[in-house]
T-cell receptor, first 113, second 111 residues
Framework: AQSVSQHNHHVILSEAASLELGCNYS??????LFWYVQYPGQHLQLLLK??????LVKGIKGFEAEFIKSKFSFNLRKPSVQWSDTAEYFC???????????FGPGTRLSVLP | EAQVTQNPRYLITVTGKKLTVTCSQN?????MSWYRQDPGLGLRQIYY???????DKGDVPEGYKVSRKEKRNFPLILESPSPNQTSLYFC??????????FGQGTRLTVV
């Protein structure tokens, strides 16, 4: 079955530390890839997306992600986190045209001031 | 403006009383989906629909029904709600090569 996994359930960092959140998917066909963020008490917000082209994509708030097709991965990065980045982060995969849209289990990020 | 509209935003109901949460999108998307979000469990898919009259079970379909009689609407039906269905529910719609658009969420409490 197709699935999306995220490496960490909960990540705790100090401000200014670098962030990398892992995401892997199991599907052999063409995919579209997304990272969403959910701040406490709010609904999901798109951080960035990859459809095709340059595998390094830049999103909002200084986030970026790299698609590595051979590893079925789409890891999220930020060079220097801020306290305001405290949130839950979800990787999501659209499994081909007309196929399902699946979320990873989420990673909770806590940034300590 | 592209949007997904969910109603109601908040609902408190009693066990066994049928309820429907509506979801409507104005983007002519073929794909729509329902998720529930619970602490520590992330977003779990309940049902999804690839097109009108086409629906499929997600990871946690038990206790829920859906219908897709027209492209814009995808209601979630709880025929006999139980307390374990207390959760935050999100509806989403998606077109190929577009981002997913989410409703604002429905916080359901079943007592």
């Amino acid at each position: 079955a197709q699935s999306v996994s995220q490496h960490n359930h909960h990540v705790i960092l100090s401000e200014a530390a670098s962030l990398e959140l892992g995401c892997n998917y199991s599907y052999g066909g063409t995919v579209n890839l997304f990272w969403y963020v959910q701040y406490p008490g709010q609904h999901l917000q798109l951080l960035l997306k990859y459809f095709s082209g340059d595998p390094l994509v830049k999103g909002i708030k200084g986030f970026e992600a790299e698609f590595i097709k051979s590893k079925f991965s789409f890891n999220l990065r930020k060079p220097s986190v801020q306290w305001s980045d405290t949130a839950e982060y979800f990787c999501a995969v659209e499994l081909g045209y007309g196929q399902n849209f699946v979320f990873g289990p989420g990673t909770r990020l806590s940034v300590l001031p | 403006e592209a949007q997904v509209t969910q109603n109601p935003r908040y609902l408190i109901t009693v066990t066994g009383k049928k309820l429907t949460v509506t979801c409507s999108q104005n983007m002519n998307h073929e794909y729509m989906s329902w998720y529930r979000q619970d602490p520590g469990l992330g977003l779990r898919q309940i049902y999804y629909s690839m097109n009108v009259e086409v629906t499929d079970k997600g990871d946690v379909p038990e206790g829920y029904k859906v219908s897709r009689k027209e492209k814009r609407n995808f209601p979630l039906i709880l025929e006999s709600p139980s307390p374990n269905q207390t959760s935050l529910y999100f509806c989403a719609s998606l077109g190929w090569n577009t981002e997913a658009f989410f409703g604002q969420g429905t916080r359901l409490t079943v007592v």
